[in-house]
């Protein structure tokens, strides 16, 4: 069996901390070599380090190591140690590095800058907004966008760096064979199509709540920087931001509306210890890549200039006047009414067929922005 599969197999031993487990692979050399170890060499080890040997003994077992391959091949999943090419080279900076983790897609390479957006499951409008836009710009700017993949912010980021053409990468807190929350069946699989859905728990692993601060600490570690976009003074989002600076990653925080109390937790952090990011560029900058950023966007708002006349000359008057009120930029419905100076009747029925012909593309809310 490969060496994988035997580190697969100390990962998953219980009552050993992440610490110790690094410790055996120095001492033995390899997982396969501690493996197959005698029990008297294991025991002295042991009794040396403080672990319980009955943790190990009780399933060393070459047939339970069997078991995890199959378990992980019924699931197309993949297992990635230390060893591993996938194996990110930021990951393995961090003092309790994972010893490997199982992987759904492809992990980008780490030619990749990548940048993890955090914050709060039930965000407002406003965080959502940005967590998509940041998203998106992180995503053209061929920069990975890094998220748990929890509802709120976690997935706008990841929808907006799809959106954008960029990679994604989400890290679970529960086995890749479980997807969680369920409602994220279908951005699963448009992250595995665009990057990876990873994870260090087993298949079958449920999503304890304990699980989350552990897997956080993934989520900044495989990261350039963090990016908080919206948190309460109090949040969970916040371990992560502990991580990330011990880690010595840079933090970002959007700055929000000081009388709501889902800005509180960015907010304090700005005037603590994160960088104030307004747009993209900030972020860009600290990655040194912003002259790369701003030669793309010129690039490609030529180009958008050039398929909206294209697109303009396609379209029925009406149509016409509807197109030119929408932007880059998310519009409502009654702005597009004032605008247009057209009827409400006239405004449904005109953005339904943009819609339709994949032109426009609607948000929540009854606001749209242009599909190019």
């Given at each position: 069996m490969?060496?994988d599969?035997?580190?697969?197999?100390?990962?998953?031993i219980?009552?050993i901390?992440?610490?110790?487990?690094?410790?055996?692979?120095?001492h033995f050399?390899?997982?396969?070599?501690?493996?197959?170890?005698?029990?008297?060499e294991?025991r002295?080890?042991?009794d040396?380090?403080?672990i319980n040997?009955n943790?190990?003994?009780?399933?060393?077992?070459?047939?339970?190591?069997?078991?995890y391959?199959?378990?992980i091949?019924?699931?197309?999943?993949?297992?990635?140690?230390k060893?591993?090419?996938?194996?990110?080279e930021?990951?393995?900076c961090i003092?309790?590095?994972?010893?490997?983790?199982?992987m759904?897609g492809?992990m980008?390479?780490?030619?990749?800058?990548?940048?993890?957006?955090?914050?709060a499951?039930?965000?407002?409008q406003?965080?959502?907004?940005?967590?998509?836009?940041?998203g998106k710009?992180l995503g053209?700017?061929?920069?990975?966008?890094?998220?748990?993949?929890?509802m709120?912010?976690?997935?706008?980021?990841h929808?907006?760096?799809?959106?954008?053409?960029?990679?994604?990468i989400?890290?679970?807190?529960?086995?890749?064979?479980?997807?969680?929350p369920p409602?994220?069946?279908k951005l699963r699989?448009?992250?595995?199509?665009?990057?990876?859905v990873?994870?260090?728990?087993?298949i079958?692993?449920?999503?304890y709540?304990?699980n989350f601060p552990?897997?956080?600490?993934?989520?900044?570690?495989?990261?350039?920087?963090t990016?908080?976009?919206?948190?309460g003074?109090?949040?969970?989002?916040l371990?992560t931001?502990g991580?990330?600076?011990?880690?010595?990653?840079d933090?970002?925080?959007v700055?929000?509306n000081?009388?709501?109390?889902?800005?509180?937790?960015t907010n304090?952090?700005?005037?603590?210890?994160?960088?104030p990011?307004?747009?993209?560029?900030?972020?860009?900058?600290?990655l040194?890549?912003?002259?790369?950023?701003?030669d793309?966007k010129n690039?490609q708002?030529?180009?958008i200039t050039?398929?909206?006349e294209n697109?303009?000359?396609?379209?029925a008057?009406?149509e016409?006047?509807?197109?030119?009120?929408?932007?880059?930029?998310?519009i409502t419905?009654?702005?597009?009414i004032?605008?247009?100076?057209?009827?409400i009747q006239?405004?449904q029925?005109v953005?339904?067929?943009l819609?339709?012909k994949g032109y426009?593309?609607?948000l929540a809310?009854q606001k749209?922005i242009k599909a190019?």
């Open positions: 490969l060496e599969n035997f580190i697969m197999w100390l990962a998953r219980e009552g901390s992440i610490k110790k487990k690094w410790d055996i692979l120095e050399k390899s997982a396969k070599e501690f493996f197959y170890s005698s029990v008297s294991i002295f080890f042991c040396k380090n403080r040997i943790n190990i003994l009780s399933i060393k077992s070459e047939a339970l190591i069997e078991n391959i199959k378990e091949e019924k699931y197309n999943v993949k297992f990635i140690s060893d591993n090419n996938d194996y990110p930021l990951l393995k003092s309790d590095a994972p010893l490997g983790f199982y759904l492809n980008p390479t780490d030619e990749y800058n990548k940048v993890s957006i955090i914050g499951r039930k965000c407002t406003y965080g959502a907004m940005c967590a998509y836009k940041f710009e053209e700017s061929n920069v990975v966008v890094v998220s748990g993949m929890a709120g912010i976690d997935s706008m980021g929808k907006g760096a799809i959106d954008g053409g960029g990679k994604t989400a890290v679970l807190g529960c086995g890749l064979d479980i997807v969680y409602s994220n069946l699989d448009d992250i595995v199509n665009n990057g990876c990873i994870s260090e728990f087993p079958g692993t449920p999503p709540p304990a552990i897997r956080n600490r993934i989520i900044s570690g495989i990261s350039d920087a990016l908080v976009v919206e948190s003074k109090k949040s969970g989002t371990i931001v991580q990330a600076l011990e880690q010595g990653r933090v970002f925080a700055p929000g000081i009388n709501n109390a889902m800005s509180e937790g304090n952090l700005i005037k603590e210890c994160a960088f990011a307004t747009n993209v560029e900030d972020i860009l900058s600290n040194g890549i912003l002259n790369k950023y701003i793309l690039q708002n030529n180009n050039e398929k909206s697109i303009k000359n396609l379209l008057p009406d016409k006047i509807v197109y030119a009120c929408i932007k880059e930029s998310p419905i009654d702005e597009i004032l605008k247009a100076n057209i009827n006239t405004a029925y953005l339904t067929m819609e339709l426009i593309q609607k809310g749209y190019l």
